[in-house]
């Protein structure tokens, strides 16, 4: 069956998540397009298959799934419609098509049903009239009609992101729906020990429990980092009512882990290191030297830890930042010396060796880098 994964602002991230996913869970995709922030594959899966496994993504707006028929859009979401027996029929489709929408509006009406068209500003709108429930928003995409199985849970991240006790605006500035991406890119079971060696708030650790990970681990240089971690964390296990959970929260300089830690206890690690002070785009070039320098210094000790702490092929998803100096990025000088201590670079899903997420407007660049430890 085909399947339409509408991807978010990175489009290039949101692709390596769905590959993923589809790769950790076995299932056999043939890519046949991506296009206009749409990414259409064959996929050997059901399509209960397909919507479990959506609940995972957090770089993915909605899925789509191809209502197989012949015909233009209009005859087939009108046949599609007029098969549903009972109630007042609503709709909506994707992109806005206002004239498309009005057709088939008088075509269901001809045949005596009653029907109401949702114009869908926003993802929020689908959710909130129960289109996904009902099965009846589309997206019309080259003349092919995709019925919408999954919408982003828009909610669930506003509620983790700013429901939570504590919210650290200063330094944790990692997006839940990026940390959840990260997880996913790991490909690792739920059983695995997880660990984020730069907690901050618990982002990351968070994510992990939503997904449905039973043991986390969170470390940080900070006392307050370690403690609004230990609140946001209790929180989620209670609001979400989780249980057999292990966690395991406690400060510690990254570098210094291997002393808190059991040798070879660690899965995966997910993590947004410490990436220097923040930036006003106005900094000389010997002040941003200088700090990449230090990062460097920062992240190639931290991997020294992380090769004794971690099981043979064990995973690191790790952001390695870089700076905007002028029309040039300087970049971390590390990826050597990391490799050199035991560690090979994988390409993500996609193909792609990093994953570069930016904002036009922003002067660091977070690179998401995928490492896998040498047996």
């Not at 289109?131 to 995409?141: A, D």
């Not at 570069?356 to 880098?369: C, M």
Request: glycine share 6%.
């Amino acid at each position: 069956m085909k399947y339409l994964f509408e991807l978010g602002h990175q489009p290039h991230i949101s692709t390596a998540e769905v590959l993923a996913v589809l790769k950790h869970a076995q299932i056999e995709y043939k890519e046949i397009e991506n296009k206009n922030d749409f990414f259409i594959l064959d996929v050997i899966a059901t399509e209960e298959e397909i919507e479990e496994l959506s609940k995972k993504f957090g770089a993915i707006i909605q899925v789509g799934v191809h209502v197989e028929s012949d015909g233009y859009p209009q005859n087939i979401i009108v046949d599609y419609l007029s098969k549903q027996e009972t109630g007042k029929i609503n709709f909506s489709i994707s992109p806005t098509n206002s004239k498309l929408a009005i057709s088939i509006k008088k075509e269901l009406k001809a045949l005596g049903k009653s029907v109401r068209y949702v114009e869908t500003k926003n993802t929020a709108t689908i959710l909130h009239n129960k289109l996904i429930e009902s099965k009846s928003h589309f997206t019309v995409f080259q003349n092919n009609v995709y019925k919408t199985i999954y919408i982003q849970d828009i909610e669930g991240f506003s509620a983790r992101d700013y429901d939570r006790p504590v919210a650290d605006n200063v330094s944790g500035m990692l997006p839940p729906k990026l940390a959840r991406t990260m997880i996913n890119l790991a490909e690792v079971d739920t059983e695995a020990v997880i660990l984020d060696p730069f907690c901050g708030s618990g982002t990351v650790l968070n994510e992990a429990l939503s997904l449905g990970f039973k043991n986390i681990i969170g470390s940080d240089i900070s006392e307050k980092a370690v403690a609004d971690s230990e609140k946001n964390v209790a929180w989620l296990i209670e609001k979400d009512n989780l249980k057999k959970i292990k966690t395991n929260i406690f400060l510690s300089p990254s570098t210094e882990l291997s002393g808190k830690l059991k040798p070879q206890s660690i899965d995966a690690i997910v993590a947004e290191p410490y990436m220097g002070k923040p930036l006003h785009g106005r900094e000389p070039k010997i002040v941003l030297d200088n700090q990449t320098d230090e990062l460097a210094k920062l992240y190639i000790n931290t991997f020294k830890t992380f090769y004794k702490i971690l099981k043979n092929e064990g995973t690191v998803i790790f952001i390695i930042p870089k700076f905007k100096f002028g029309n040039v990025w300087l970049y971390i000088r590390c990826l050597d010396e990391i490799k050199n201590l035991g560690f090979e670079i994988e390409n993500f899903a996609n193909g792609e060796r990093s994953l570069l997420y930016h904002r036009p407007a922003q002067f660091v660049g977070r690179e998401i880098w995928k490492f896998i430890k040498n047996n």
